[in-house]
């Protein structure tokens, strides 16, 4: 799914869980390419669940409750 959707050089990536199923390396990989593509000034929009793979990527979080966005920081 992702090696398709980079193959056109998007703007904007959206990524649903784009670290599940991927062993420790393969986080490792996909981290180090989704920070090139964010230094590019391109935009990745991302759905998880992982605290931790967010606050390395993300310049800005939005929390979601039951469909309903109540954070931002």
Same mark, same amino acid.
């Given at each position: 799914?992702? &090696?398709? &959707?980079? $193959?056109?050089?998007?703007? $904007? *990536?959206? *990524? +649903? ?5 991927? /062993?420790? /390396?393969?986080?490792? =990989?996909?981290? =180090?390419? *989704?920070? #090139?593509?964010? =230094?590019?000034?391109? !935009?990745? *929009?991302?759905? #998880? %669940? #992982?605290? =931790?793979?967010? #606050?390395?990527?993300? +310049? !800005?979080? %939005?929390? $979601? ?9």
């Amino acid at each position: 799914g992702l &090696a398709q &959707a980079i $193959m056109e050089n998007p703007k $904007m *990536l959206i *990524l +649903d869980e784009p670290f599940n199923g991927l /062993d420790k /390396d393969g986080v490792k =990989e996909m981290r =180090e390419y *989704l920070l #090139s593509y964010k =230094e590019q000034g391109k !935009t990745i *929009l991302i759905c #998880s %669940h #992982s605290a =931790e793979d967010i #606050s390395v990527l993300c +310049d !800005t979080v %939005h929390e $979601m409750d039951k469909g309903v966005i109540e954070g931002v920081r």
